[in-house]
């Protein structure tokens, strides 16, 4: 079939080819069978190709929203930094301000003329735009190619013009005219610079309210002067207002000099200065600077996600206001606390919001990104809201693990036992010195345990499973249970008390299905024959297994002394009892299970033939004799080895039916007459 991965495949030279090759019908039907069961397999192979391109597509779509949302979260977040830091250097040049408004008046004849120059030009060159351009600052205009945000394919080459409040967008028809394709607030956009690839160089993310789009510029010049004049015309609005006024200007000190001058020849009319109007000016000259600047300084490096350092700066300033010589000391020392509980209160709320996020599929890798937002707010005090918070983030890993577990058929009781086992471990050792904390890990334990129980009852204890199926199930659940008492919780009793409701209900029902079936049994009242010498000796062996020896019950070759619904019941019997065992090792559920023995015993005891069949009434008794003498004993040992419990209701009824049984009663032998003396 290499023929068909040629490039140059002809249809009608293979089948020319074909027909020549071939001899009689018989060939080519059989050739026709091999290319069709290849055309299957190839058919099916691009359908899982497909399939899995089309689910790695789907993970990196997610990974990219992802990490655009990031982006324009970062973006937003370096912004307004960024407008801080700006005003907080318009207001230490305050001094130069006269020379700015200077420049500013020459400066503004000239950007008149450049407004009306782009009005003019959009009113011309821009077809379908109707909007007023009257009174608009102008900032930027050029061409941009407009990419495709999955492969960078170039989509259209489009043509920007910028004002301060409006970014007109304009497509480039193919004879070079410009036609309106739509308009967006800068202020309510935002830009992220997109790092050079291979394939495409100089593009920039603009994040609109219609979504996402990339556009990209000729030069890296041409990009970078586009992101400063959109963040110019995104805080326009504030730089406009700083260059209005001016910033109030300290007295000068020859001023004061004369007016002291002045006021000392009339001492008369001067009033004597209060210690009140003395002490500001020695407060505020005694402020530390770093004290001044601590809570830009903080929300900066919140911004920057450095949370320890931002945790480190609070707390030293909390150290320094609470001392008493230092707060009366310092004039502005309720607003500086203001201010730190505001940035303090923005810190934990990053931080928990840091927590809520670091929830992932996997519980390890969750709980170890949570470690480090868990660390800081436990050194804050928020030992409550992170507990809560961790909580419901290792509710979700939980969660999505069984679902996942139940989905591929997996074990989930040792999974579910293991994750809770390493969420109370990274709990208590992450507020070992938060003793308060614990009782919320209890809780939350005991509603995990519920839900537990409850996906347990939905998909693996339900109505009409075998017991071996339940006791098997309750097994795999009990032995990773007992492995969280090595940590000091133990939640054995709890989980047996939400299980016992619905096993009961099994037992019960198993109960009724075996006693039906015991009583539709028909039984001929004759030695079991097993046909074949290896078939008696499989039946020996399996028996063996069991516990049970029945070789003194064996004549001939292929012969058994006892009946073979004997047999069956002694074989379920004991199996049943091993089962029991393993569910009796919880004290809740012993008396039901004592009761499924012994009424499964008595049903299968009370077993008479008709009294219209010919048997022999000693093989009965034999067979009733067996099952108390050599059965019964044998699965109360069993009963006590699996259970580790003594199974008294058994031991009462071994006691109680030995008694009963008497001596063999004689055959009555039929008497021959005959009228011959």
């Given at each position: 079939m290499k023929e068909f991965d040629d490039i140059n495949f002809s249809?009608?030279?293979?089948?020319?080819?074909?027909?020549?090759?071939?001899?009689?019908?018989?060939?080519?039907?059989?050739?026709?069978?091999?290319?069709?069961?290849?055309?299957?397999?190839?058919?099916?192979?691009?359908?899982?190709?497909?399939?899995?391109?089309?689910?790695?597509?789907?993970?990196?779509?997610?990974?990219?929203?992802?990490?655009?949302?990031?982006?324009?979260?970062?973006?937003?977040?370096?912004?307004?930094?960024?407008?801080?830091?700006?005003?907080?250097?318009?207001?230490?040049?305050?001094?130069?301000?006269?020379?700015?408004?200077?420049?500013?008046?020459?400066?503004?004849?000239?950007?008149?003329?450049?407004?009306?120059?782009?009005?003019?030009?959009?009113?011309?060159?821009?077809?379908?735009?109707?909007?007023?351009l009257e009174g608009k600052t102008f900032l930027n205009e050029g061409a941009l190619i407009e990419l495709d945000g999955n492969d960078y394919r170039p989509i259209q080459r489009v043509f920007f013009f910028l004002f301060n409040d409006v970014l007109i967008v304009c497509k480039v028809k193919h004879d070079k005219r410009l036609e309106f394709l739509t308009e967006y607030d800068p202020k309510k956009i935002g830009v992220i610079n997109i790092k050079d690839l291979d394939g495409v160089k100089n593009a920039i993310n603009i994040i609109t309210p219609d979504g996402s789009?990339?556009?990209?510029?000729?030069?890296?010049?041409?990009?970078?002067?586009?992101?400063?004049?959109?963040e110019e015309a995104f805080r326009f609005d504030q730089q406009k207002k700083s260059k209005k006024g001016q910033a109030p200007q300290p007295p000068n000190r020859a001023k004061q000099q004369q007016q002291s001058q002045s006021k000392s020849a009339t001492p008369e009319k001067l009033p004597e200065e209060s210690p009140t109007d003395m002490q500001p000016k020695s407060l505020e000259d005694e402020t530390p600077e770093w004290l001044s600047t601590a809570s830009e300084e903080i929300q900066t490096l919140v911004a920057q996600r450095h949370f320890e350092d931002a945790q480190s700066l609070i707390k030293r300033t909390q150290e320094f206001l609470h001392l008493a010589e230092n707060k009366k000391k310092l004039l502005q020392a309720d607003n500086i606390e203001a201010k730190l509980k505001q940035q303090e209160q923005k810190l934990t709320n990053v931080l928990l919001q840091e927590l809520s996020n670091s929830h992932n599929r996997n519980l390890q890798i969750a709980l170890r990104s949570a470690r480090r937002p868990l660390k800081i707010l436990v050194e804050m005090g928020r030992s409550r809201q992170a507990s809560a918070t961790l909580l419901k983030v290792c509710t979700v890993s939980l969660r999505v693990a069984q679902r996942e577990a139940r989905r591929?058929?997996?074990?989930?009781?040792e999974l579910f036992f293991c994750d809770l086992t390493q969420v109370a471990c990274d709990f208590?050792?992450?507020?070992?010195?938060?003793?308060?904390?614990?009782?919320?890990?209890?809780?939350?334990?005991?509603?995990?345990?519920?839900?537990?129980?409850?996906?347990?009852?939905?998909?693996?204890?339900?109505?009409?499973?075998s017991l071996e199926a339940v006791a098997k199930c309750v097994e795999r659940v009990r032995k990773p249970a007992t492995k969280l008492t090595e940590i000091g919780l133990d939640i054995s009793y709890h989980l047996e008390g939400l299980l016992r409701t619905t096993l009961e209900s099994l037992i019960e029902e198993c109960k009724q299905r075996l006693l039906d079936a015991v009583g539709r049994t028909?039984?001929?009242?004759?030695?079991?024959?097993?046909?074949?010498?290896?078939?008696?000796?499989?039946?020996l062996l399996e028996l063996d297994a069991l516990g049970i020896?029945?070789?003194?019950?064996?004549?001939?070759?292929?012969?058994?002394?006892?009946?073979?619904?004997?047999?069956?019941f002694i074989r379920q019997f004991l199996q049943l009892t091993e089962h029991c065992g393993c569910l009796a090792k919880g004290e809740t559920l012993l008396p039901s299970l004592e009761k499924l023995l012994r009424d499964l015993?008595?049903?299968?005891?009370?077993?008479?033939?008709?009294?219209?069949m010919a048997m022999d009434p000693n093989f009965v008794i034999k067979n009733k004799i067996f099952l108390v003498d050599n059965l019964?004993?044998?699965?109360?040992?069993?009963?006590?080895?699996?259970?580790?419990?003594?199974?008294?209701?058994?031991?009462?009824?071994?006691?109680?039916?030995?008694?009963?049984?008497?001596?063999?009663?004689?055959?009555?032998?039929?008497?021959?007459?005959?009228?011959?003396?």
């Open positions: 249809v009608d030279k293979y089948t020319k080819e074909l027909t020549r090759e071939c001899v009689g019908g018989s060939d080519l039907q059989q050739r026709k069978k091999e290319i069709e069961a290849y055309n299957e397999q190839t058919s099916a192979t691009l359908k899982q190709t497909c399939k899995k391109n089309y689910m790695q597509f789907i993970q990196t779509a997610k990974e990219i929203s992802h990490l655009e949302s990031e982006m324009y979260q970062l973006s937003h977040i370096l912004i307004e930094q960024r407008n801080i830091l700006a005003s907080m250097t318009d207001g230490k040049t305050s001094s130069h301000l006269k020379a700015d408004s200077i420049e500013a008046e020459n400066s503004a004849a000239t950007g008149d003329v450049e407004n009306s120059h782009a009005t003019r030009a959009v009113k011309e060159m821009v077809q379908g735009f109707n909007g007023n789009k990339i556009y990209q510029s000729i030069t890296a010049a041409g990009k970078s002067e586009w992101i400063e004049k959109l591929n058929n997996a074990e989930i009781s208590l050792s992450a507020f070992e010195q938060q003793p308060a904390c614990v009782s919320a890990l209890v809780v939350w334990c005991n509603a995990e345990l519920q839900y537990f129980a409850s996906q347990l009852i939905k998909h693996y204890l339900t109505k009409g499973t028909e039984e001929s009242w004759q030695p079991y024959n097993l046909q074949t010498k290896s078939n008696l000796k499989r039946l020896d029945v070789r003194p019950q064996t004549t001939g070759d292929t012969w058994l002394n006892l009946t073979q619904s004997t047999v069956v015993f008595l049903a299968q005891h009370a077993l008479k033939p008709p009294s219209d019964l004993p044998i699965a109360i040992e069993k009963f006590r080895k699996t259970s580790g419990r003594q199974c008294e209701t058994l031991r009462e009824l071994h006691t109680k039916l030995s008694r009963q049984h008497g001596a063999p009663v004689p055959r009555q032998r039929s008497v021959y007459t005959t009228d011959v003396f």
